[in-house]
Each structure stands twice: as structure tokens, then as C-alpha cells.
């Protein structure tokens, strides 16, 4: 999530464009109050957008999302889905993999979800892919450790779609701490990987797009 709408863009530009959005269903404006209420990170709306658009013209039938939280982007995921795809989803925590379980379920999708609780780089290795479409987001000072796991169990022409790249837009700024230098050197990484073909754009907080080549 964003901290601020001109933390990235501009704010007329920010505010123009999610005055663009579809409007949300009942269920997940539900989760957007009790993320916002419970202080839960979930992915911003236009992220989200971006990833419905890629679902829908790719067809992924293995998906992987490194880090659940509540569930809000499975579910975006799942509806654009069909139910020959698997939505598979690490989260770390116990409680907040309950709430997932929970809104999944009402949320009734054509596709099945298989919730792994643990952190994500112990899970990952016992995962067998290949994967078609992937989702990071989680620990930010882990993306590095996340694409050197993953990479082996993505199918070439994958697409691995990673959150919070410019990171309050702090990662521009030239700010340094832990979280900050490691997307800063994730994203030279990503850009520069002859495996992967990347565009990381001022969406949300920075969004990469990368293509397995
Ligand atoms: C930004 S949230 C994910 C939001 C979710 N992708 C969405 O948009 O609905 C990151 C989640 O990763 C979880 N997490 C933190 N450390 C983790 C780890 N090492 N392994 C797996 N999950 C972890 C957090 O508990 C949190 O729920």
C-alpha cells in the first residue's frame, strides 16, 4: 500500500486516476475497511487493477502470492480466474492466515487456493511449480532471496509482479535503511537480468512487471 497518493505521482494525477477505478464488490470494500481499520497492508486498488488485466490476458493456471495478509488479492486474483487455476499463498502468520481462510471462503471463487503458513523462504523451496504467475509481497528486504528461490519453479514466459518497488518514494529519493537499499538494489537487479524482461512503473508504491525469457 501507498503511503500517500502523491508519494510517487503527483497528487491531481494520483487522484485522477483512482477516480478512475471500478468500484469495488461488497466483499472486497469489507476487506478494505478492516484492512484500513486493523491496520492490515493490502495491495492498492490500482495494483490490483493491473493484475486483473494480466490475468485476464494471460490465463495463468499456477499462481503464487508471497504474502497473503487477509486475502484481498487472492480473491482479486481467484475471480479473474478460471477453475482449472490454482491460486497458491504463504503467509507467516497464524491469525492473519485465519482471516485469509475466512473472507476466501465467502468469497466462493471458480478456482482453488492452497494457503501455506510459514515464511515464505523456508516454504518456497518445498513448492514444486511451475508457476505462471507470481505476486511478491512480503518482506521487502527478502525480494532478492524470494527471485533466487523462485526463479528455478517459474515457467518461461511467467509473470512475476512485485509491490512497493519505489517504496514511499524513498527508493528515488536516495534515502538509505534496510528496506530502501534492498529494493533499490532488487530493482537494478530486475532491470538488468538477461532471464527476466522488466517494467517497473508509478503505480501504487512501484510496481515491477517481469516477463521469464
Ligand atoms: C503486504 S502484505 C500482503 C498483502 C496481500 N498480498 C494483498 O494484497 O492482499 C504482506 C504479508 O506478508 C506477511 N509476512 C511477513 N513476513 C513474512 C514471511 N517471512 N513469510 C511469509 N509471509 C510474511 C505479513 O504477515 C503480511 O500479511
Given at each position: 500500500?501507498?503511503?500517500?497518493v502523491?508519494?510517487?505521482?503527483?497528487?491531481n494525477?494520483?487522484?485522477?486516476?483512482?477516480?478512475?477505478?471500478?468500484?469495488?464488490?461488497?466483499?472486497?470494500?469489507?476487506?478494505?475497511?478492516?484492512?484500513?481499520?486493523?491496520?492490515?497492508?493490502i495491495?492498492d486498488?490500482?495494483?490490483?487493477?493491473?493484475?486483473?488485466?494480466?490475468?485476464?490476458?494471460?490465463?495463468?493456471?499456477?499462481?503464487?502470492?508471497?504474502?497473503?495478509?487477509?486475502?484481498?488479492?487472492?480473491?482479486?486474483?481467484?475471480?479473474?480466474?478460471?477453475?482449472?487455476?490454482?491460486?497458491?499463498?504463504?503467509?507467516?502468520?497464524?491469525?492473519?492466515?485465519?482471516?485469509?481462510k475466512?473472507?476466501?471462503?465467502?468469497?466462493?471463487?471458480?478456482?482453488?487456493?492452497?494457503?501455506?503458513?510459514?515464511?515464505?523462504l523456508?516454504?518456497?523451496?518445498?513448492?514444486?511449480?511451475?508457476?505462471?504467475?507470481?505476486?511478491?509481497?512480503?518482506?521487502?528486504?527478502?525480494?532478492?532471496?524470494?527471485?533466487?528461490?523462485?526463479?528455478?519453479?517459474?515457467?518461461?514466459?511467467?509473470?512475476?509482479?512485485?509491490?512497493?518497488?519505489?517504496?514511499?518514494?524513498?527508493?528515488?529519493?536516495?534515502?538509505?535503511?534496510?528496506?530502501?537499499?534492498?529494493?533499490?538494489?532488487?530493482?537494478?537487479?530486475?532491470?538488468?537480468?538477461?532471464?527476466?524482461?522488466?517494467?517497473?512503473?508509478?503505480?501504487?508504491d512501484?510496481?515491477?512487471i517481469?516477463?521469464?525469457?
Amino acid at each position: 500500500m501507498k503511503e500517500r497518493v502523491d508519494a510517487i505521482l503527483r497528487r491531481n494525477q494520483g487522484e485522477y486516476l483512482e477516480s478512475l477505478l471500478p468500484p469495488r464488490d461488497a466483499l472486497l470494500e469489507e476487506m478494505e475497511k478492516f484492512a484500513d481499520e486493523n491496520n492490515h497492508p493490502i495491495a492498492d486498488p490500482e495494483v490490483t487493477q493491473l493484475m486483473r488485466t494480466i490475468v485476464r490476458m494471460k490465463r495463468p493456471r499456477r499462481i503464487l502470492e508471497v504474502g497473503t495478509n487477509i486475502g484481498y488479492s487472492v480473491i482479486v486474483l481467484g475471480r479473474e480466474s478460471d477453475s482449472e487455476a490454482v491460486i497458491e499463498t504463504i503467509e507467516i502468520d497464524h491469525n492473519t492466515l485465519t482471516t485469509a481462510k475466512r473472507f476466501v471462503s465467502e468469497a466462493q471463487l471458480p478456482c482453488r487456493v492452497v494457503f501455506h503458513e510459514g515464511a515464505a523462504l523456508d516454504v518456497i523451496p518445498r513448492l514444486t511449480g511451475p508457476f505462471d504467475f507470481v505476486f511478491i509481497d512480503c518482506v521487502k528486504t527478502e525480494y532478492g532471496d524470494y527471485l533466487d528461490a523462485l526463479l528455478p519453479k517459474v515457467a518461461r514466459d511467467a509473470v512475476i509482479v512485485c509491490d512497493n518497488l519505489l517504496w514511499k518514494g524513498q527508493v528515488a529519493a536516495g534515502t538509505h535503511d534496510g528496506p530502501t537499499d534492498a529494493l533499490r538494489a532488487f530493482n537494478k537487479r530486475i532491470s538488468n537480468d538477461p532471464r527476466l524482461l522488466t517494467i517497473i512503473l508509478p503505480l501504487g508504491d512501484g510496481t515491477g512487471i517481469s516477463v521469464v525469457v
